[in-house]
């Protein structure tokens, strides 16, 4: 069973977890804005720089992450936010939110110049997190530790880092054996999941390159 | 536009300010 203060824990970071939303002006366009692959690029451009900025603000919440050093908190948010955006991206797709806005999102990604080198990885990479059927506390909780990983390049106090992820890897721990008791394995795979979506991490600069060429 | 920006800018930026608004 989660302690309580292992419930107080989790509550707080699915409070902030669910506060994070794109400004209604950029989600309006996603339904507004013409078909071209320039103004698809230009659009989730726009989504993605505001994304980034969500994610800092729930950063900024999780316990313990305002103490650390300020260019480790830098160092953390560069190293991690590549993977938490495709976390949250892969909720978004799994869990078709906001309704009709998902299928949308997807023709302008397959239509904005990128290559389907990227594109198919992607989709493939969230259609296999859709297979584990994380539920919110799982997202939120995941996003934390990924944000929270000791071993990302020029952290100077690693050790603060892993004190500030140890508990919230004990909770998401527990908690896959609460909700999903008949699958041992779900919380080893959710980690798979993290060696995966590093993956990604060293394609996307080069995602990026190619994609502004085209 | 911040879309502009790179991905360290962008950070740093939302670090200092509040987006929350």
Same mark, same amino acid.
């Given at each position: 069973?989660?302690?309580?203060?292992?419930?107080?824990?989790?509550?707080?970071?699915?409070? =902030?977890?669910?506060?994070?939303?794109?400004?209604?002006?950029?989600?309006?366009?996603?339904?507004?804005?013409?078909?071209?692959?320039?103004?698809? %690029?230009?659009?989730?451009?726009?989504?993605?720089? =505001?994304?980034?900025?969500?994610?800092?603000?729930?950063?900024?919440?999780?316990?313990? %992450?305002?103490?650390?050093?300020?260019?480790?908190?830098?160092?953390?948010?560069?190293?991690?936010?590549?993977?938490?955006?495709?976390?949250?991206?892969?909720?978004?797709?799994?869990?078709?939110?906001?309704?009709?806005?998902?299928?949308?999102?997807?023709?302008?990604?397959?239509?904005?110049?990128?290559?389907?080198?990227?594109?198919?990885?992607?989709?493939?990479?969230?259609?296999?997190?859709?297979?584990?059927?994380?539920?919110?506390?799982?997202? =939120?909780?995941?996003?934390?530790?990924?944000?929270?990983?000791?071993?990302?390049?020029?952290?100077?106090?690693?050790? =603060?880092?892993?004190?500030?992820?140890?508990?919230?890897?004990?909770?998401? !721990?527990?908690?896959? !054996?609460?909700?999903?008791?008949?699958?041992?394995?779900?919380?080893?795979?959710?980690?798979?999941?993290?060696?995966?979506?590093?993956?990604?991490?060293?394609?996307?600069?080069?995602?990026?390159?190619?994609?502004?060429?085209? | 536009?911040?879309?502009?920006?790179?991905?360290?800018?962008?950070?740093?930026?939302?670090?200092?300010?509040?987006?929350?608004?």
């Amino acid at each position: 069973e989660l302690t309580s203060e292992q419930q107080g824990l989790l509550h707080y970071i699915m409070d =902030s977890y669910n506060r994070q939303c794109i400004p209604q002006y950029i989600t309006r366009k996603l339904l507004q804005e013409d078909f071209s692959a320039e103004e698809n %690029f230009l659009l989730l451009t726009e989504m993605a720089t =505001s994304h980034v900025q969500v994610l800092v603000e729930f950063t900024k919440k999780l316990p313990g %992450f305002q103490t650390l050093d300020h260019e480790d908190q830098i160092a953390l948010l560069k190293g991690s936010a590549v993977e938490a955006m495709f976390l949250r991206s892969a909720e978004i797709f799994n869990r078709k939110m906001p309704h009709g806005h998902a299928d949308l999102l997807e023709e302008r990604i397959r239509n904005s110049g990128m290559s389907n080198d990227y594109i198919t990885p992607m989709f493939n990479f969230y259609k296999s997190l859709g297979e584990l059927k994380m539920t919110q506390e799982e997202y =939120s909780l995941l996003t934390a530790v990924v944000i929270l990983t000791p071993d990302r390049q020029y952290i100077k106090d690693k050790e =603060s880092v892993e004190k500030l992820q140890e508990p919230l890897l004990d909770v998401l !721990q527990k908690l896959c !054996q609460v909700q999903h008791p008949e699958n041992p394995q779900h919380f080893a795979r959710l980690l798979g999941r993290l060696t995966e979506l590093r993956t990604f991490n060293h394609h996307h600069a080069e995602m990026l390159m190619s994609w502004r060429v085209n | 536009p911040a879309s502009n920006l790179g991905l360290e800018d962008i950070i740093r930026k939302a670090l200092m300010g509040n987006f929350d608004d």
